[in-house]
């Protein structure tokens, strides 16, 4: 069923169990500005769907390198290399994890932002509205919104089986260099030796901003 919603132009399905729904969630916690798994695209995310082997983000840690192989198309190797992408994507920083879970009005920059104040999902968890509302460039709706997610029953069993399957990171390091400090930068067109997305992560750990 769809619904408008106050303030917004979209058009939101509130079934919670409508499969196209739960495949495009799959699909961008997969996504690479979120977990960036390898090898898992919409065909093969349809496919597991329809064999019932997953039904939830979570469920892609559950995956054995047999049930993979039960999907067309895919042999050994191939399952093998999509098994290793998805473990491999369990050491993702905590900005990476947080972009994953679809918080509403949470981005990618966003979560970025969130990420360098709070260091863990406990942190999350433990903040309180005021203090989500006081972090430079978060605004009320959107610290109403992280809130409400980090406190809603079924989000909060979804971290604990990320947190038992091996997935509970932790902010980068807050060792930085210093070398850019105090300098601001903004990044337009296109740069000769890297992408914008690799200027902006060498600025942020070199001090600047």
Same mark, same amino acid.
């Given at each position: 069923?769809?619904?408008?919603?106050?303030?917004?132009?979209?058009?939101? !399905?509130?079934?919670?169990? !409508?499969?196209?729904?739960? !495949?495009?969630?799959?699909?961008?916690? =997969?996504?690479?500005?979120?977990?960036?798994?390898?090898?898992?695209?919409?065909?093969?995310? *349809? *496919?597991?769907?329809?064999?019932?082997?997953?039904?939830?983000?979570?469920?892609?840690?559950?995956?054995?390198? @047999? $049930?993979?192989? +039960?999907?067309?198309?895919?042999? @050994?190797?191939? %399952?093998?290399?999509?098994?290793? &992408?998805?473990?491999?994507?369990? +050491?993702?920083?905590?900005?990476?994890?947080?972009? %994953?879970?679809?918080?509403?009005?949470?981005?990618? @920059? =966003? %979560? $970025?932002?969130?990420?360098?104040?709070?260091?863990?999902?406990? $942190?999350?968890?433990?903040? =309180?509205?005021? *203090?989500? &509302?006081?972090?430079?460039?978060? /605004?009320?709706?959107?610290?109403? &919104?992280?809130?409400?997610?980090?406190?809603? #029953?079924?989000?909060?069993?979804?971290?604990?089986?990320?947190?038992?399957?091996?997935?509970?990171?932790?902010?980068?390091?807050? *060792?930085?260099?210093?070398?850019?400090?105090?300098?601001?930068?903004?990044?337009? /067109? =296109?740069?000769?030796?890297?992408?914008? #997305?690799?200027?902006? %992560?060498?600025?942020?750990?070199?001090? /600047?901003?």
């Amino acid at each position: 069923m769809l619904e408008e919603r106050e303030n917004e132009v979209g058009i939101y !399905c509130n079934n919670p169990e !409508c499969s196209q729904l739960m !495949c495009a969630k799959i699909e961008y916690w =997969t996504s690479k500005e979120a977990m960036d798994i390898e090898f898992v695209g919409p065909s093969l995310i *349809q *496919q597991l769907y329809d064999k019932k082997l997953v039904s939830t983000p979570v469920d892609l840690y559950r995956l054995t390198i @047999e $049930d993979l192989m +039960t999907l067309d198309n895919i042999k @050994e190797k191939s %399952a093998s290399n999509i098994y290793m &992408s998805i473990q491999e994507s369990k +050491t993702r920083p905590l900005n990476r994890l947080v972009t %994953a879970l679809g918080i509403r009005h949470v981005g990618k @920059e =966003t %979560a $970025d932002i969130l990420s360098n104040e709070l260091r863990s999902i406990e $942190d999350f968890k433990n903040a =309180t509205l005021e *203090q989500l &509302s006081d972090i430079d460039g978060i /605004g009320e709706i959107i610290a109403l &919104s992280v809130y409400e997610f980090f406190h809603n #029953d079924a989000n909060i069993k979804l971290l604990e089986e990320l947190k038992e399957l091996g997935i509970n990171p932790i902010a980068k390091s807050e *060792q930085k260099s210093v070398i850019l400090s105090g300098k601001v930068f903004v990044l337009t /067109g =296109t740069l000769p030796s890297m992408s914008r #997305d690799e200027a902006k %992560a060498f600025i942020e750990k070199n001090g /600047g901003t």
